[in-house]
């Protein structure tokens, strides 16, 4: 039951995704790669027979290193996207991701070893809000430190380009 829940849809793909929110001392944990000049959150697909807890629980030990618990669901995003990687090179995937605030050990200390589908070696960047390089998802400049417990809704769709 370990097959990542990404699935063949009319050309395009439907993808299932977690993603961490991880804090410290202002900055926020993100991953990069050679390939993309964009950084993206610690997280990746929901594999078959996981609930998104359990996913994104794995996808930081793979990502970081670490066990850590989830503390909270922060934002589900709805997102439209034409891929960039070379197995989905524009093609049209549609993908439902939930975002988790993560409870942080005071040892963190991450290390990454994870690598994209096309074998891109992945580098962990802590970044402050405000970096000008482009992040995703983009509502995390915005969004992250509002008040209340409220999960959020977001919806991106480029699909109009």
């Known amino acids: 039951m370990e097959q990542d829940m990404c699935v063949p849809c009319g050309g395009g793909l439907v993808n299932l995704r977690v993603g961490a929110i991880i804090e410290r001392d202002g900055k926020l944990l993100m991953v990069g790669n050679d390939r993309s000049s964009y950084l993206y959150s610690v997280g990746g697909r929901i594999r078959m027979g996981e609930t998104a807890a359990e996913a994104v629980v794995r996808e930081v030990w793979e990502e970081t290193g670490a066990w850590m618990t989830v503390d909270r669901l922060a934002f589900v995003h709805e997102n439209y996207f034409y891929g960039d990687a070379p197995s989905n090179k524009d093609k049209l995937i549609y993908e439902i991701s939930f975002y988790f605030y993560m409870n942080v050990p005071n040892?963190?200390?991450?290390?990454?070893?994870?690598?994209?589908?096309?074998?891109?070696i992945e580098r962990?960047?802590?970044v402050s809000p405000d970096t000008p390089q482009t992040i995703y998802p983009s509502f995390f400049r915005t969004e992250?430190?509002?008040d209340g417990e409220d999960v959020r809704y977001?919806?991106?769709?480029?699909r109009k380009r």
């Open 154 to 158: 977001f919806l991106t769709d480029e």
């Open 124 to 126: 962990l960047v802590w």
């Open 107 to 120: 040892d963190f200390s991450p290390t990454c070893g994870s690598f994209t589908d096309d074998e891109q």
């Open 144 to 146: 992250l430190h509002r």
